[in-house]
Antibody
């Protein structure tokens, strides 16, 4: 059974660094094809993909946010960590982690999601 | 980046109605298109992947179609549990994924 769970602070001050952790079970990020992404959703808004890390430790970032994001993994702990620097109130959102399985050229999709964690950026 | 649009942005429907939502990509994306359902306070749930493949456990009243730039999600007979917001998502430019703005389906 695949599960993912996000954790992190509920409130962060502007200009601070936000650190979020995704703890997962039911699969291993050392298995070929496995990837974990972070996606966020501002209140009442659409979904925005942020970052992805794959089984080979390759890392990819949203074009608009790549200077502020860092994604990493701890395979032994089954965790993926996302840090976002210099947060602003516009970064207030629910942050989700989700799994992707790469399978050659077959279209990829987010098949399992965490329940999300709401982060508010405010002084 | 590939931009995704959806229409309508919202619709009102009744139980039993046939509902169709459209998603359009800013460039051709073959069949690299997925659909998700999201209910308030919940994470999105995968419904359709690769444009027309039904995710395991998803009722057969959901179907997807299209390729290239234009795609559809159809609910053949709307059920009470289907009132939700629906998002399309492209994976053609993997891993630079993009989502559509969403279509909210509510009660008429």
């Amino acid at each position: 059974q695949v599960t993912l769970r996000e954790s992190g602070p509920a409130l962060v001050k502007p200009t601070q660094t936000l650190t979020l952790t995704c703890t997962f079970s039911g699969f291993s990020l050392s298995t070929s094809g496995m990837c974990v992404s972070w996606i966020r959703q501002s209140p009442g808004k659409a979904l925005e993909w942020l970052a992805l890390i794959d089984w080979d430790d390759d890392k990819f970032y949203s074009t608009s946010l790549k200077t502020r994001l860092t994604i990493s993994k701890d395979t032994s702990k089954n965790q993926v960590v996302l840090t976002m620097t210099n947060v602003d109130p516009v970064d207030t959102a629910t942050y989700y982690c989700a799994r992707i399985r790469k399978n050659g050229d077959f279209p990829e999709y987010f098949d399992y999601w965490g329940q999300g964690t709401l982060v508010t950026v405010s002084s | 980046d590939i931009q995704m649009t959806q229409s309508p942005s919202s619709l009102s429907a009744s139980v039993g109605d046939r509902v169709t939502i459209t998603c359009r990509a800013s460039q051709r994306i073959s069949s690299y298109l997925n659909w998700y359902q999201q209910k308030p306070g919940k994470a999105p749930k995968l419904l359709i992947y690769a444009a027309s493949s039904l995710q395991s456990g998803v009722p057969s009243r959901f179907s997807g179609g299209g390729s290239g730039t234009d795609f559809t999600l159809t609910i053949s007979s709307l059920q009470p549990e289907d009132f939700a917001t629906y998002y399309c998502q492209q994976s053609y430019s993997t891993p630079l994924f993009t989502f559509g703005p969403g279509t909210k389906v509510d009660v008429k």
